[in-house]
């Protein structure tokens, strides 16, 4: 059996890996015949990559932060122009061109839901299951169906109401790889 790259694929677990080379690669660099310039290098390295990685931390909270204050922002602004522009509606002088020229009408929601189709995404999981994630869009769920091989028509999954959903029915024949539509 082939073996899987030893080098971590998460930045965490991957800073951690190259700090421990550095720390105890000194300790057999005689006998495994490692220059002192190569144990520089690693140390630069560890130490480069740390600071990146703390960088790429510190700029993906400060985004999440401003990403939750914009949305805070937002949520209040919208609290107050919903119960003027409800009282602009309710004004005397008020008509649907006027609304239309202050842009306070919604345009006409011709979505088609008899005909809709949600957009999935499938991803393999261990024991055959496969979880599926998926858009609804505009509606408040959606129904899945699948097909597997050598069945004759489809079967009702489930009704969801969230992404993702996970089809976790056992593999029609245990160990066999099989296709689900």
């Known amino acids: 059996m082939a073996k899987s790259d030893f ?12 700090a421990q080379l550095s720390t105890n690669l000194p300790v ?8 002192d310039a190569d144990l520089a290098a690693l ?5 480069e990559f740390q600071a990146r990685l703390d960088a790429l931390n510190a700029a993906s909270a400060a985004y999440d932060a401003a990403a939750q204050a914009q949305k805070a922002c ?22 649907d061109a006027l609304g239309a020229a202050r842009r306070v009408i919604g345009v006409e929601d011709t979505t088609d839901l008899s005909a809709a189709k949600p ?10 299951a496969v979880e599926l994630t998926f858009a609804k869009h505009k509606t408040d769920g959606i129904n899945l169906y699948s097909q597997r091989d050598g069945e004759a028509g489809y079967t009702f999954l489930a009704r969801d ?10 593999l029609l024949v245990a160990g066999k790889p099989e296709t689900r539509k």
Do not use: H, M
Request: charged letters at 25%; zero cysteines; hydrophobic letters at 45%.
């Open 7 to 18: 080098l971590p694929p998460r930045d965490t677990d991957f800073r951690d890996w190259l």
């Open 28 to 35: 057999s660099k005689a006998a495994l015949n490692v220059a």
């Open 43 to 47: 140390a630069v390295d560890a130490a």
């Open 74 to 95: 937002r949520a209040g602004i919208e609290g107050r122009v919903r119960p003027l522009v409800r009282r602009l509606k309710a004004a005397a002088g008020y008509t």
């Open 119 to 128: 957009a999935l995404a499938a991803a393999p999981q261990p024991r055959g």
């Open 161 to 170: 109401t969230a992404s993702p959903y996970v089809d976790n029915r056992p």
